[in-house]
């Protein structure tokens, strides 16, 4: 079970990046914040479908839970309008690792103090091994990124 959620998880992190080129081309073309209007209202009715067709009932719902867990869906805003602007400028390859090594970062803090009701893992060398290993991948495909000159056809 551990090894196919990491592949989904791998899976998941695939199609951010098709997301990713895919709404920073629209976003250029017909705005940053119309192509983020529809990833929003896209993603509403498949997930309202998705609940209607296969959600169980919860004893608890989105009215009973503590207030600051709804905030979280806030923070898909930033990341899409974010990724729209960003993938225009700098590519799909640095703006896909910049925002892995962002998540990787938080993740760490929030591992290391429990943070949002998480258990506490802590903070050790491989960890901090892994984020400047990603660091130095963001430096070095960030140093390579020459876009290749468009054909004319």
């Known amino acids: 079970m551990l090894i196919l959620m990491i592949v989904l998880a791998i899976i998941g992190g695939a199609t951010l990046s098709v997301q990713a080129a895919l709404n920073g081309r629209l976003g250029s073309n017909v705005g940053v914040f119309k ?19 296969f959600e169980p009932n919860h004893a608890v719902t989105l009215m009973d839970v503590p207030k600051w867990q709804l905030l979280g869906a806030l923070c898909g805003v930033p990341y899409i309008v974010i990724m729209v602007v960003a993938v225009q400028r700098i590519g799909t390859a640095v703006a896909t690792v910049a925002v892995i090594f962002g998540q990787l ?49």
Do not use: H, Q
């Open 35 to 53: 192509s983020a209007f529809l990833t929003f209202s896209v993603g509403a009715v498949v997930t309202a479908l998705l609940i209607f067709f």
């Open 105 to 153: 970062s938080m993740s760490v803090l929030i591992d290391n103090f429990g943070w949002l009701g998480n258990n506490a893992i802590s903070l050790s060398g491989s960890r901090i091994s892994a984020l400047v290993c990603l660091a130095i991948a963001l430096y070095f495909i960030y140093s390579s990124n020459k876009p290749k000159p468009k054909e004319v056809s």
